[in-house]
Every structure is written in C-alpha cells, then in structure tokens.
C-alpha cells in the first residue's frame, strides 16, 4: 500500500516563501507520475503542479506559474514543491498524489493514491 505524508506547511505573510515535502512510502517514488492539488474552504479540489516519472517534463496552474516548482529526488522517495512569492489566494489545504501512469494529468480522478495534506495559510 502506497502512504504519501505531506509536510512543510505553515502560516506565512504575502510574499514569503515555503516548501511542502511529500514522502513516499511501501512503493519507490519512481512508478508514479507525482501531483499536488490544494482545497480552500468551500471550494473544489484543483491542480497545482505534476512532474512526469522521470522529472524531464513538469506542469503547472496558470495561477502558480513562474512562482511555483515542482521537483522529485527518487533516492529518497520524496517529491517537493518550492513555492515563492505566495499570496494570499493561495491560502488551502495541499495535497500530494501519486498517479501510476506515465502521462501528466491535471484531473485528480487520475491519481490512485493521496496524502492527508497539510495546511498552508498567507496572510495578506
């Protein structure tokens, strides 16, 4: 069984930065495409970023883009997303998923396997 542990949220101020670990466990990292997604109170689930098996290719938000970085280091079965400039917008719970496919996909009905999220907030 797959086990995804997020980490790395925290409350911030506009333009700070943070960086949200996700830790695989029970699979090595390297068979799932990796994603994060985040949830703000009463709204729907949404795509953040993926990064493809390899890590050559990655994708993002139009939202996140340019302030948002999504990468993987297989050897210690984590993938991370560096996340700059933040505002306040982008105050939700993040969720890390992995998705055993070797396609981006930005539809969170792909991805079979998902962490608890962790919270972060920015205050304006």
């Known amino acids: 069984q797959v086990q995804l542990v997020e980490s790395g949220g925290g409350l911030v101020q506009a333009g700070d930065s943070l960086r949200l670990s996700c830790a695989a466990s029970?699979?090595?990292?390297?068979?799932?495409?990796m994603g994060w997604f985040r949830q703000a109170p009463g709204k729907e689930r949404e795509f953040v970023s993926a990064?493809?098996?390899?890590?050559?290719?990655?994708t993002y938000a139009d939202s996140v883009k340019g302030r948002f970085t999504i990468s993987r280091d297989d050897a210690k079965n984590t993938v991370y997303m560096q996340m700059n400039s933040l505002k306040s917008e982008d105050t939700a719970v993040y969720y890390c998923?992995?998705?055993?496919?070797?396609?981006?996909?930005?539809?969170?009905?792909?991805?079979?396997?998902w962490g608890q999220g962790t919270q972060v907030t920015v205050s304006s």
């Open positions: 998923a992995a998705a055993a496919t070797y396609y981006l996909s930005i539809r969170p009905s792909i991805y079979d396997y």
């Open positions: 029970g699979t090595s990292n390297k068979m799932y495409v």
């Open positions: 990064i493809t098996r390899t890590g050559g290719r990655t």
